[in-house]
């Protein structure tokens, strides 16, 4: 079983940073394709950015290209999403997923393992 706990939300005003990480246990990490999603109140969970077990590939929403960045540590079992210039409309609780295949997928479904999530509120 994988585990997945998120970190590092909190409240920023905009144009201000976060980083937040999501801590992998209970299988290799190294294998494993992570993504970023969020969810906004009243709205369906979106997909943000994902990263390939090797880093090699990676992949981001148009809405945050060029203000977030995604990352990872493989030795700390650790992926790390750095948002920049934040914006209110990113206001959301933020997601960590994994799934084992490498494709890069956009679609929720296509994970097998979520965190609890971590709120990010950007003031205006």
């Known amino acids: 079983q994988v585990q997945l706990v998120e970190s590092g939300g909190g409240l920023v005003q905009a144009g201000g940073s976060l980083r937040l990480s999501c801590l992998v246990s209970?299988?290799?990490?190294?294998?494993?394709?992570m993504g970023w999603f969020r969810q906004a109140p009243g709205k369906e969970r979106e997909f943000v950015a994902a990263?390939?077990?090797?880093?090699?590939?990676?992949r981001y929403a148009d809405s945050v290209r060029g203000r977030f960045t995604i990352s990872r540590d493989n030795p700390k079992n650790t992926v790390y999403l750095q948002m920049n210039s934040l914006k209110p409309e990113d206001t959301a609780v933020y997601y960590c997923?994994?799934?084992?295949?490498?494709?890069?997928?956009?679609?929720?479904?296509?994970?097998?393992?979520w965190g609890q999530g971590t709120q990010v509120t950007v003031s205006s």
């Open positions: 990263i390939s077990w090797s880093a090699g590939s990676i």
């Open positions: 997923a994994a799934k084992r295949t490498a494709v890069l997928h956009t679609r929720s479904a296509a994970y097998e393992y």
């Open positions: 209970g299988r290799t990490f190294s294998g494993y394709t």
